[in-house]
């Protein structure tokens, strides 16, 4: 019988998929060819795909240039999620510490090999440059999420190619692993300048009852402020946080015992 270059079912789901990660950047519109080109896909096979994704809600098409963006079904379904896990709850906690502190303080979840923000102030201050998306290998936050990492989650190797951000990211998977068993010891991570220059942030996790880290968090500023001489008291108050926030975001059967 003869083979056709038609997608299973499962194909088609994951090329949606990968269509809808296209926009993750948090970038311009997109044409057609630019998803093509990022997804090496046919222009007619992006095509299809896109208006596929139109028709459900999940993109956008701009009449006048014929590019793409996310729809009002990824809305609807991000915000779902958003108050299913009860972030909206977080604002004040968060607040809190950065007030107390003088430091940005951040909320983030493991997404792939990424770290995602997800609440504090870095999300609601998009001038920042930092962005909502990092690689978990280069940031304190992600750090923390692999150092206490779900089954599954837990293979270093898994991450790719570690990229270098700046002179200081960790960018081979042996000083990786020593890094994060240093992490696991000392019960915080530290990013220093290792994913912005001049940006020195300390991590924490939010660990269920299990051990495992199901929410990271950050206080963020400059090396000036967070100083080794005061990183003591920074990371008491982050860890008093962290505990509050376990309260808020985790099940009571989940919570680590008091």
């Not at 299973?8 to 948090?26: E, I, K």
């Not at 997404?111 to 280069?138: A, C, E």
């Not at 220093?192 to 968090?217: K, N």
Request: glycine share 8%; with cysteine; charged share 25%.
């Amino acid at each position: 019988m003869p083979r056709t270059n038609t997608p299973t079912g499962n194909q088609a789901v994951l090329r949606a998929l990968n269509v809808l990660h296209c926009f993750r950047d948090n970038g311009a519109a997109l044409s057609a060819s630019d998803i093509a080109r990022r997804l090496n896909l046919s222009s007619s096979t992006a095509h299809r795909l896109a208006r596929t994704l139109v028709r459900a809600g999940f993109l956008d098409q701009d009449d006048g240039t014929a590019r793409y963006r996310l729809g009002p079904s990824v809305v609807e379904l991000g915000l779902l999620s958003y108050h299913q896990r009860g972030l909206q709850r977080t604002g004040p906690e968060l607040d809190h510490l950065a007030q107390v502190t003088g430091a940005t303080a951040d909320l983030a979840i493991r997404g792939g090999t990424h770290v995602v923000l997800v609440s504090g102030g870095s999300v609601r201050r998009n001038d920042t440059g930092i962005g909502l998306r990092r690689p978990l290998h280069s940031t304190a936050l992600g750090k923390v999420l692999l150092a206490w990492a779900r089954p599954g989650e837990d293979d270093l190797s898994e991450l790719g190619p570690l990229r270098p951000l700046t002179g200081r990211t960790i960018a081979d998977l042996p000083s990786l692993r020593a890094e994060i068993e240093r992490v696991r010891a000392a019960g915080y991570a530290i990013n220093d300048g290792e994913s912005a220059e001049g940006i020195r942030t300390l991590a924490v996790p939010l660990l269920d009852r299990a051990g495992h880290a199901r929410f990271a968090l950050a206080v963020r500023s400059t090396p000036e402020v967070l100083t080794d001489a005061r990183m003591p008291w920074f990371l008491s108050h982050a860890q008093t946080c962290a505990r509050a926030l376990e309260v808020l975001l985790l099940h009571p059967d989940e919570r680590r015992r008091a």
